[in-house]
């Protein structure tokens, strides 16, 4: 089992529609998730961090987390063209430095 | 700017010819770190550094050597590259390990090993 995994995709919606993007986790002593955004060709960049149990949100962003389920989930709402890249779902565990990532999933939002 | 820089940002290169790939931030960050990106597998972490002088293995470090001996430089040495290590490597640095520090990357190096 990996440690960290992210729904298969890719995952296609229209704009203007909510884009929901999960992550599941095994290490129970992970502390804090990262949602970053990877255009092709690109590098990572950050969109989103979380390490409370509940919803963060930040503008159409909402990240959710919760520790019992070992979940995370990305929702992109009033998706946009824009907004179509590989998001990936980093989280830090229990040996400080480690960063562990998930595959990916790839979201096109169509015109 | 703020930024990490990486060189060379692509590589060719043959088996066993050691190579240097440099990473460098100008953001006073204490933490480093390197990873590779192969198609479908994410972001695997190779070796980190928490500070000067201070480095640690990530999760697939075979065949690959950091050091930190300065905090603004992070190189990456293969001693002696082999085709299974054609990737693409990106270098990342955040100010510390809190649980909100960012990870900013660097623009990526592809590596092409013949």
């Known amino acids: 089992q990996k440690e960290v995994e992210q729904n298969s995709g890719p995952l296609s919606v229209p704009e203007g529609a909510i884009a929901s993007l999960n992550c599941t986790y095994s290490?129970?002593?992970?502390?804090?998730f990262f949602w970053y955004r990877q255009y092709s060709g690109k590098s990572p960049e950050l969109i989103m961090f979380i390490y409370s149990n509940g919803d963060k949100e930040d503008g159409r962003f909402t990240a959710q987390l919760n520790k019992a389920s070992q979940y995370v989930s990305l929702l992109i709402r009033d998706s946009q063209p824009s907004d179509s890249a590989t998001y990936l779902c980093?989280?830090?565990?229990?040996?400080?430095?480690?960063?562990?990532f998930g595959d990916g999933t790839t979201l096109t939002v169509k015109p | 700017e703020a930024q990490v820089t990486q060189n060379p940002r692509y590589l060719i290169t043959v088996t066993g010819k050691k190579l240097t790939v440099t990473c460098s931030q100008n953001?006073?960050?204490?933490?480093m770190s390197w990873y590779r990106q192969d198609p479908g597998l994410g972001l695997r972490q190779i070796y980190y550094s928490m500070n000067v002088e201070v480095t640690d293995k990530g999760d697939v470090p075979e065949g690959y050597k950091v050091s930190r001996k300065e905090k603004r430089n992070f190189p990456l040495i293969l001693e002696s590259p082999s085709p299974n290590q054609t990737s693409l490597y990106f270098c990342a640095s955040s100010l510390g390990w809190a649980d909100y520090n960012e990870q900013f990357f660097g623009p990526g190096t592809r590596l092409t090993v013949l």
């Open positions: 953001m006073n960050h204490e933490y």
């Open positions: 290490d129970r002593g992970s502390q804090s």
């Open positions: 980093a989280a830090r565990g229990t040996n400080a430095g480690k960063s562990t």
